[in-house]
């Protein structure tokens, strides 16, 4: 019998998203969608994409109708899935609670309070599988968890790019620079007046420069667990800069490390092939061929190549992924069925619809 599952957030993109990836799924059945002000309409009104669920009725997001589900997706803006986790978890312990946002991803309550500013909900098993540790991968974390914290689009990108090299020893940890192009998909779909379509097409813009970026912390926390440091105090530092730029969907990450001496374009392309080789999602992609945003359109996929580039002593690393798919709800759903012992590959797309 399949399991029940309730999606909240269900007319964002990242909640509709869940639901496409999960409306051929042989192992779970939605049972409740869940919004905020679209409460009482169908969901066809604002996913009309998702013929499936055309007709179902979107109810309020609360605890109550939330809970007994065996898995519950939260899809929800930052800050506003403390609260709710905290009831269900009162409601029924036994669910699985899967968050999309930030709210449970860091391990530092001083982080939290600096970058969100408010009180920290909580630190939950971290759900991004191929995350390269000293030792094996953040996938053996997961199984039996029932609360999983979901990496997104900008993190997932920079920490695949530049966990393996770390993880052996190959890059100096403190002078990382990543810089991404974004698609402005990633800030949601409620109404932001900088993501109109008179103000992103043809055009480029940086954000969040400067070190303010609330994903400064995330990325130096995971790429402190690849090296063995503490999450807060270890020894990474990054400059991260997104650049929003005219496409609907993607990232672009690419991610500048000082090498250690004597390290070889050789040695380079050994550790993340050594790290991704057995991957079913993240793959480096043949010597000179570099990824396109377009090639991981509505795939769990991640497309990573690498450079030395000798003059600089520098390696750039560039790794692309759809957002919504690997950088959310994809990487969720390969994380839930990581936690519940189905086949980690389960109804996932691995190929892209480019063009
Ligand atoms: N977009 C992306 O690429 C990524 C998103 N994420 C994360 O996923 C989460 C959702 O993002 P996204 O889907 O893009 O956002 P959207 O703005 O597209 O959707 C937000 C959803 O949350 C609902 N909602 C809004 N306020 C509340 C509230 N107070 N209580 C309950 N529900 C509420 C909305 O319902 P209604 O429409 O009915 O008001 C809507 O369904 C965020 O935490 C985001 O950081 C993570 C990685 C990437
Ligand atoms: C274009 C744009 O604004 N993108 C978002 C990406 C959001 C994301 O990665 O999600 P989480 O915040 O849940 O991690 C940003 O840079 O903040």
Redesign the pocket.
């Given at each position: 019998m399949p399991l029940s599952v309730a999606v909240?957030?269900?007319?964002?993109?990242?909640?509709?998203e869940v639901l496409r990836l999960l409306s051929s799924h042989p192992e779970l059945q939605v049972s409740t969608l869940?919004?905020?002000?679209?409460?009482g309409s169908l969901l066809g009104e604002?996913q009309p994409h998702l013929v499936r669920f055309a007709d179902r009725q979107?109810v309020a997001?609360t605890a109550e109708d939330l809970a007994g589900h065996d898995v519950i997706f939260l899809?929800?803006?930052?800050g506003?899935?403390g609260a709710?986790a905290a009831e269900i978890a009162r409601l029924s312990p036994e669910s699985l609670v899967v968050d999309?946002?930030?709210d449970h991803r860091l391990v530092s309550a001083e982080a939290w309070q600096k970058f969100y500013g408010s009180d920290h909900p909580g630190t939950w098993t971290y759900g991004l599988p191929e995350l390269q540790l000293p030792e094996g991968k953040q996938r053996e974390q997961i199984p039996g968890t029932k609360r999983l914290a979901v990496p997104?689009?900008n993190v997932t990108a920079v920490t695949l790019a530049t966990a393996p090299l770390l993880a052996a020893g190959l890059i100096e940890p403190d002078d990382l620079v990543a810089v991404l192009a974004n698609g402005p998909?990633?800030?949601?779909?409620?109404a932001k007046t900088h993501l109109l379509a008179s103000e992103i097409l043809g055009s480029a813009s940086p954000y969040g420069v400067g070190g303010g970026h609330r994903h400064v912390p995330e990325i130096e926390q995971n790429l402190n667990w690849s090296v063995g440091a503490d999450a807060a105090t270890g020894p990474v530092r990054i400059s991260f800069t997104p650049t929003l730029v005219p496409m609907a969907r993607g990232i672009l990450a690419t991610v500048t490390a000082r090498i250690k001496d004597g390290v070889t374009q050789a040695a380079l392309r050994a550790a993340v092939q050594t790290s991704y080789g057995d991957e079913p999602f993240v793959h480096l992609l043949p010597e000179g061929q570099w990824p396109q945003t377009a090639s991981t359109v509505g795939a769990n996929t991640s497309l990573i190549q690498l450079a030395l580039d000798e003059r600089a002593g520098r390696v750039v690393v560039t790794c692309v992924l759809d957002?919504?798919v690997k950088?959310?709800a994809g990487q969720a759903l390969q994380a839930t069925h990581l936690a519940l012992g189905l086949p980690e590959t389960l109804a996932l797309p691995l190929e892209g619809v480019a063009p």
């Open positions: 909240s957030g269900a007319t964002g993109y990242a909640g509709g869940a919004g905020h002000q679209s409460a604002h979107i997001t899809a929800l803006p930052h506003a899935s709710i999309l946002g930030a997104g689009c998909s990633g800030a949601g779909k409620s957002n919504l950088g959310t």
